[in-house]
DNA sequence: CTTCAACTTGACCATACGGTCAGGAAAAGA
DNA sequence: TCTTTTCCTGACCGTATGGTCAAGTTGAAG
């Protein structure tokens, strides 16, 4: 793919006009849907954040819930992307502790996207129900089955695979969806320092917890 | 308290009028606020769910922050009911296995107010943020300093004790939080006997990860 | 330069929403 | 019974929102 890589917003090529947009406009969606939910979000809003007029952003995406809808796939890639790092791993202290190292970096570094995604969620999957189907379904199903596999190996406790997934899920994810409680508590962002730690914390919990270490 | 405990709704003294009223307008609101968010619920919706004129809850919530706001505090005061469950315990087996017990019974029996919950706080605490600098920042403080305790007597593992409740709460919360994902996953909703697999799931795998069996 | 398609945007519209209110019904008190 | 207080509710209102549109501007193609 050549594509030149543009930061700035200088030269503005047809093509990049649009690119350009659509990504300020999701960026902008991202945020305000995170912060203020689906219902709660305004077109004007995120026009605003985008730096965009309204009409504007009704030519890039028809309506509110279409510009949504690929915020949320769009987190939904980031979601399946870092769910390869747990592949190809010898046993579960290095697939397990590389899926949590990169679930969490999704949470420090994308946390509106996460936002969003458990907003969705929660409201019942009003636009990704067939991801959850068919996908994330799949996705979790070869999983269960590479765990089982490390249990019958004995490389872990006889843990249920599917809790286990859940644990992972909940416990990286709750750092970006309940950021603002857990920084309430620290009175502060966390510090890069305290990023490591909580991380190191996650890990060797779980993978205790799993008899793994 | 002389209360006649009425189930039925029959004879309608005037003071159980008005209480009857606020707990069916709170019910409504607590699963319409859920379902849809703060920002997509609407007090027709909700008025509809409870079986009252639009104009009735107006009449018991001037407004729709303040109905809002009553059911985020009677979800507060839950979740602070099933704290006190961590306490008097000898050790750490007793109270964290007694304290996930008990959040896994409010994720199973009001899902919704954790639903409500968690989006309050993913939307920066609007209006409970008071809370979580004073009676949630103090129960944290305590928590923290009981089970440092258990650290120094060698009952369990040295963890870092704040990432071990935002463990705690990360897992058991997520089986409401995130029930519609789970029941998606498991082809419907969780059976007697599944409840109890999770619950000993997330019990065994916590208590081991931090070192306390 | 001319033409055409892609992009831009201020002004506008219909609707839905939170909230009000006046007038009536039903208890409680005297 | 009469009076007072609480409760109830259909009809109404101002506003904000998602979405439209027509008239423009800008970049590409010939």
Redesign the interface.
């Given at each position: 793919m050549p594509e030149p890589a543009n930061q700035a917003l200088r030269p503005a090529r047809r093509n990049e006009i649009r690119q350009q947009n659509e990504a300020l406009i999701l960026q902008a969606a991202e945020k305000v849907f995170?912060?203020?939910?689906?219902?709660?979000?305004t077109m004007q809003l995120i026009a605003d954040v985008a730096g965009l007029p309204k009409a504007n952003l009704h030519y890039y995406f028809a309506t509110k819930e279409e510009l949504y809808r690929k915020v949320v796939q769009n987190i939904f890639e980031i979601w399946l992307h870092a769910a390869e790092s747990m592949d190809n791993a010898p046993g579960p202290v290095e697939g397990i502790g590389a899926y949590i190292d990169a679930k969490m970096e999704i949470s420090r570094r994308h946390p509106d996207g996460s936002?969003v995604w458990?907003?969705e969620?929660?409201?019942?999957?009003p636009v990704i129900?067939d991801y959850?189907?068919t996908t994330?379904?799949d996705w979790?199903a070869g999983r269960v089955a590479l765990i089982q596999g490390w249990i019958d190996a004995g490389q872990m406790?006889a843990?249920?695979p599917?809790?286990?997934l859940?644990?992972l899920?909940?416990?990286t994810?709750?750092?970006a969806?309940?950021g603002?409680?857990?920084e309430?508590?620290?009175a502060g962002p966390l510090t890069e320092r305290q990023w490591r730690?909580?991380k190191a914390?996650?890990k060797?919990?779980?993978?205790?917890?799993?008899?793994a270490v």
């Open positions: 995170a912060e203020a939910g689906f219902g709660g979000a936002k458990a907003s969620v929660m409201h019942g999957a129900q959850l189907e994330l379904r979790t406790a843990v249920d599917r809790h286990l859940y644990l899920w909940a416990a994810q709750h750092y969806d309940f603002h409680q857990i309430t508590l620290n730690e909580a914390s996650v060797m919990m779980i993978l205790r917890g799993i008899g």
